[in-house]
């Protein structure tokens, strides 16, 4: 039971992992850059929910909704300052910027919100505990809504990708964007969207993080943020599905890592195997293999 | 000749492209007349392929002036060419490699209502039927001909008023480059006009109707198609006789 216990919060932590590496995924796969700010969006629309929850007493769902609608606007903010300008720049000048917008949100939110931890309320998500097998294996509700957020959020996007106009302008511009925008693509809105639609992601990864991990902080944001870059290079940076499987797969390996091997460990094993998988397969679990043009 | 008189449908005037401090396009000056195949013939580098990706907005002269139906469309925004009428079929095809041939099809009328998609969708079928057999298949999976017909269906998807053909006949074997030719001249024929860019001056100079030779960014020679092919000077540079 101890074994299950730990996969399904190995899963749980891994849905976490997958949502935020959907969004380094998909910015990646369109924009061709890494968004380090990404892990700091998480955070900010994880205290966005805390204030509706604690101080403007909202519902739970209307949270969600309002620190969904706050990400998305400053992921098109953020995208539209600090990274369209560098659209033609070389790309360490954009990795910088990146950087740099991640210190200023961390600090933004540090003098904001202080730098004492916040317990983010457990009301968020209200769903009583399940026990199964005589109450041997416990299912916290976040967890089980972590799990279905995962799979709902997988479907949608892969649906969204290959059947909408919009989706399928995201693929034309993350394969060729001189060609997308030959065929009457607007290369920079696409872009736009695809930060709306990460940074309202990372809303919904940062709720699910604080209802499971409730210690919030500025800081709060940055592990989970690196670990699911790692799950996202370790799936196949640029594959949704490999975001998914990548995210998957390092939750679990961290949570069995810290629960069989050892526990101050659990991280360094975690990028032990990153290691080893991209030694042996550079492009990443479902990655394919970069072309280079001729 | 009286075809001076009308307002051409693509012109030209004097433009200059830089890439960086490399002046690749050095003043040129040409035009389209509505029905024409005009094709622009020239070596590697000569600047062919930076002209027409001038005329798309992918790149930006800095100076000289681009006219679409006597429009000034010299600053419009690439992505809004197609709308305005021109399409190009890039050099090196630039299919989307990773989605179906069906897929591309559609990205081609992206611009356009989905109710007009499918019925020139039907006639890209008609016309190019190797494409109706690979409908489902991912575009990368196509040989070198195929890609190169999927690429020019894909700009006509558009409905052009001037379909600009980047080297069409690069890279194919002797028999595809006839068979691609040949599409051209049926596009022509379907009245379609054409701006083709082509380092097969053989070919090219075949099927046009008008031409002009550009050589390290500039225009050395333009005229009858017919009359270039005959021309010593042409046929030493670019004719190999």
């Known amino acids: 039971m101890i074994f299950l216990d730990n996969l399904v919060n190995g899963i749980s932590l891994g849905s976490i992992y997958a949502i935020i590496a959907l969004g380094y995924t998909m910015v990646y796969g369109i924009a061709k850059m890494l968004n380090f700010a990404h892990g700091d969006v998480i955070m900010m629309g994880a205290y966005i929910a805390f204030c509706a929850l604690q101080y403007w007493n909202m519902p739970p769902l209307v949270s969600l909704v309002v620190a969904m609608a706050a990400c998305t606007v400053m992921g098109v903010v953020i995208e539209g300052l600090a990274y369209r300008p560098l659209r033609q720049a070389a790309s360490l000048a954009v990795l910088i910027t990146a950087i740099g917008m991640s210190y200023l949100l961390q600090n933004l939110a540090l003098m904001i919100w202080g730098a004492n931890p916040k317990s983010f309320p457990g009301s968020m998500i209200n769903i009583p505990t399940i026990s199964l097998f005589g109450g041997e294996l416990k299912i916290t509700g976040a967890t089980l809504v972590t799990i279905v957020a995962n799979i709902v959020i997988m479907i949608a996007l892969t649906a969204f990708t290959s059947k909408t106009k919009t989706g399928k302008a995201m693929r034309c511009v993350s394969e060729d964007r001189g060609a997308a925008s030959l065929m009457g693509i607007n290369v920079n809105q696409t872009i736009s969207i695809t930060f709306a639609i990460g940074s309202a992601l990372a809303a919904v990864a940062g709720i699910l993080l604080c209802s499971s991990y409730p210690t919030l902080q500025p800081t709060t944001g940055s592990m989970p943020g690196i670990k699911a870059f790692t799950a996202a290079v370790f799936g196949g940076i640029g594959s949704i599905p490999g975001a998914m499987l990548g995210g998957l797969l390092l939750g679990v390996i961290e949570i069995f890592g810290k629960a069989y091997i050892s526990t101050e460990l659990g991280d360094a094993i975690v990028f032990a195997v990153l290691i080893i998988v991209l030694l042996v397969k550079p492009s990443g679990l479902l990655g394919k293999p970069v072309r280079e043009k001729v | ?241």
Do not use: W
Not at chain 2, 50 to 58: C, D, M
Not at chain 2, 64 to 85: A, C, D, P, W
Not at chain 2, 103 to 123: H, K, Q
Not at chain 2, 183 to 195: K, R
């Open chain 2, 1 to 241: 000749m009286s075809e001076t008189k009308k307002t051409p449908l693509l012109e030209v005037k004097d433009i200059h492209v830089y890439y960086g401090a490399i002046h690749a396009i050095k003043g040129i000056s040409f035009h389209v007349n509505q029905d024409e195949i005009v094709t622009l013939i020239g070596a590697n580098g000569a600047g062919k392929s930076t002209t027409l990706n001038t005329i798309t907005g992918l790149l930006r002269p800095k100076h000289g002036s681009i006219y679409f139906q006597g429009e000034n469309v010299t600053t419009t925004l690439s992505h809004k060419m197609i709308s305005r009428g021109i399409a190009l079929c890039p050099e090196g095809r630039r299919i989307f490699q990773q989605m179906t041939v069906r897929e591309n099809l559609e990205m081609g009328g992206f611009t356009r209502p989905a109710g007009e998609i499918a019925e020139s969708m039907e006639e890209m079928f008609v016309r190019f039927p190797r494409l109706k057999e690979r409908e489902k298949q991912i575009a990368g999976t196509l040989s070198g001909g195929e890609q190169q017909m999927l690429a020019m269906a894909r700009a006509l998807m558009s409905k052009p008023k001037v379909l600009m053909l980047d080297e069409p006949s690069m890279g194919l074997a002797p028999i595809l480059v006839e068979q691609i030719f040949s599409i051209i001249q049926e596009l022509h024929e379907a009245g379609v006009t054409i701006l083709l860019v082509e380092q097969n001056a053989q070919m090219a100079l075949s099927v046009a109707n008008r031409a002009y030779v550009l050589e390290t960014g500039m225009i050395t020679m333009e005229g009858n198609a017919q009359e270039l092919l005959h021309n010593d000077a042409v046929k030493k540079a670019y004719l190999g006789s």
